[in-house]
């Protein structure tokens, strides 16, 4: 798994998981007139294609083990 997956998906490695940005961090969030949330675009967008899938197949492991009463 690699280091911007691993956050995603649970592994707690800070600063690649947006859940888990510091309080002084989450002050400097943008967001556009929509709402919607500028870091984490920049976030993304920082990431490969394949980098991007990956952190997206941590989220769907994480709902199936969920759904099977796992811990994720």
């Known amino acids: 798994m690699s280091e911007m ?5 649970g592994g707690g490695r800070a600063g ?8 002084s961090a989450a002050e400097r969030t943008r ?3 929509d709402g ?8 993304s967008l920082r ?3 394949s980098q991007r899938l990956d952190v997206l197949q941590g989220f769907v492991d994480s709902v199936f083990e969920l759904r099977r009463g796992q811990p994720a």
Not at 16 to 23: K, L
Not at 36 to 43: E, F, G, M, N
Request: charged residues 20%.
């Open 5 to 9: 997956t691993a956050g995603a998906a």
């Open 16 to 23: 690649h998981d947006p859940a888990s940005i510091d309080p």
């Open 31 to 33: 967001t556009d007139g």
């Open 36 to 43: 919607v949330d500028l870091t984490l675009i920049r976030w």
């Open 47 to 49: 990431m490969t294609p």
